[in-house]
């Protein structure tokens, strides 16, 4: 079992920056991949970044890819995403996902095995 708490969550201006966190538990850490995901109201789940269990690949959605980067710290159990030139449109409750496979960098939901309960971050215009 892996257990997942997101953090870092808020509401900004338009430009401003956020950094998430994403603390895991119960397994060693780089023996998975980690994911973020995001699900505005009345939309469906969508992929927003990925990285192997090494950190020495990584995936992005077209719509973040220059504006957000993931990363992670294996000796601290965590993941980040660090989200630049925010846009009202990232408003979204933002999940860490966990695969059990450290190699893969899937794009879809339902690969991952394991997932915080999600932080919300709200986009001001």
């Known amino acids: 079992q892996v257990q997942l708490v997101e953090s870092g969550g808020g509401l900004v201006q338009a430009g401003d920056s956020l950094r998430l966190s994403c603390a895991a538990s119960g397994r060693t850490f780089s023996t998975y991949a980690m994911g973020w995901f995001r699900q505005a109201p009345g939309k469906e789940r969508e992929f927003v970044a990925a990285i192997r269990g090494s950190g020495s690949r990584t995936d992005y959605a077209d719509s973040v890819k220059g504006r957000f980067t993931i990363s992670r710290d294996n000796a601290k159990n965590t993941v980040y995403l660090q989200m630049n030139s925010l846009k009202p449109e990232d408003t979204a409750v933002y999940y860490c996902?966990?695969?059990?496979?450290?190699?893969?960098?899937?794009?879809?939901?339902?690969?991952?095995?394991?997932w915080g309960q999600g932080t919300q971050v709200t986009v001001s215009s």
């Open positions: 996902a966990a695969d059990v496979n450290p190699l893969l960098l899937l794009r879809v939901s339902n690969a991952y095995d394991y």
